[in-house]
């Protein structure tokens, strides 16, 4: 599991505390239910106004893996390709059909199937790319619906502000209360702005970068594949799959030395 989102929210969530703290507030203030409600299912409503049922069971079902989904490591998968060419330039392509058996990467397994089977690399390209592209059009249903209620949250909470003002003007009678129902109104604003800016759009954004990184694995993976059907040389094939993998996501030891280079 990558905890980045986890500390990342719990650090911005703990900011916001201290600071209420520090001027002197009670942080169980902020905690008042009518302007919770209003914000969380109103955000949640008009979300799902905007797009289908298949899009919010969808956009639901990619909550967990924000938390918990680790992508891997690109730099394994090249080690297995590279290990894929050296046994396809021993054996040939056919020998690797029970190698394709242990591999736990659908994409690369499937992918070295259809190639065994000799389809055409033309054919294996637009298949794999295809794959790809259907992917990304999946995945960007996921995150966007939480891009959507970061956009929307706002403008909620703005609007649970107003009603609240709406009822303080209608008790100016009462001037002993108006402090308390002033700020019991901005409480709305507060908490659109917050779970905007500290719970959707971060989760809207993790799944973005997430489905980003799966994606490039997996056109590293389309790369390598071609490679070893038209049997290139194994060392060429790890040297060329491994400048793919950009720098910043690739490990320490997956990086050329100079004494390599």
Same mark, same amino acid.
């Given at each position: 599991?990558?905890?980045?989102? @986890?500390?990342?929210?719990?650090?911005?969530?703990?900011?916001?505390?201290?600071?209420?703290?520090?001027?002197?507030?009670?942080?169980?203030?902020?905690?008042?239910?009518?302007?919770?409600?209003?914000?969380?299912?109103?955000?949640?409503?008009?979300?799902?106004?905007?797009?289908?049922?298949?899009?919010?069971?969808?956009?639901?079902?990619?909550?967990?893996?924000?938390?918990?989904?680790?992508?891997?490591?690109?730099?394994?998968?090249?080690?297995? @390709?590279?290990?894929?060419?050296?046994?396809?330039?021993?054996?040939?392509?056919?020998?690797?059909?029970?190698?394709?058996?242990?591999?736990?990467?659908?994409?690369?397994?499937?992918?070295?199937?259809?190639?065994?089977?000799?389809?055409?690399?033309?054919?294996?390209?637009?298949?794999?790319?295809?794959?790809?592209?259907?992917?990304?059009?999946?995945?960007?249903?996921?995150?966007?619906?939480?891009?959507?209620?970061?956009?929307?949250?706002?403008?909620?909470?703005?609007?649970?502000?107003?009603?609240?003002?709406?009822?303080?003007?209608?008790?100016?009678?009462?001037?002993?209360?108006?402090?308390?129902? @002033?700020?019991?109104?901005?409480?709305?604003?507060?908490?659109?702005?917050?779970?905007?800016?500290?719970?959707?759009?971060?989760?809207?954004?993790?799944?973005?970068?997430?489905?980003?990184?799966?994606?490039?694995?997996?056109?590293? @993976?389309?790369?390598?594949?071609?490679?070893?059907?038209?049997?290139?040389?194994?060392?060429?094939?790890?040297?060329?799959?491994?400048?793919?993998?950009?720098?910043?996501?690739?490990?320490?030891?997956?990086?050329?030395?100079?004494?390599?280079?």
């Amino acid at each position: 599991m990558d905890p980045a989102t @986890i500390i990342g929210l719990s650090v911005a969530m703990g900011g916001i505390i201290v600071a209420i703290i520090l001027e002197g507030a009670d942080p169980m203030s902020v905690f008042l239910l009518p302007p919770m409600i209003l914000v969380f299912v109103g955000t949640f409503g008009v979300a799902m106004a905007g797009g289908t049922m298949r899009d919010l069971v969808h956009g639901l079902k990619a909550l967990p893996p924000a938390f918990t989904r680790k992508p891997r490591n690109s730099a394994g998968a090249v080690d297995t @390709i590279v290990s894929l060419a050296e046994q396809a330039r021993r054996e040939g392509l056919l020998a690797l059909e029970d190698a394709a058996k242990d591999i736990d990467n659908d994409f690369l397994r499937d992918g070295l199937r259809s190639a065994i089977d000799g389809t055409d690399p033309e054919d294996l390209r637009e298949i794999l790319e295809d794959k790809i592209e259907a992917k990304r059009a999946s995945d960007k249903v996921g995150y966007k619906f939480y891009e959507d209620m970061g956009g929307y949250a706002p403008t909620i909470g703005i609007v649970g502000t107003v009603v609240s003002l709406v009822h303080v003007l209608e008790n100016l009678a009462e001037p002993a209360e108006l402090g308390h129902k @002033i700020a019991a109104a901005f409480l709305a604003t507060f908490w659109g702005i917050f779970t905007a800016n500290v719970m959707w759009l971060p989760i809207g954004n993790r799944l973005k970068r997430i489905s980003n990184l799966e994606c490039d694995e997996m056109e590293i @993976i389309l790369e390598g594949l071609l490679a070893v059907q038209a049997g290139a040389n194994p060392r060429v094939v790890g040297e060329r799959l491994r400048s793919l993998i950009p720098e910043s996501t690739a490990p320490p030891s997956s990086k050329p030395t100079k004494e390599a280079a």
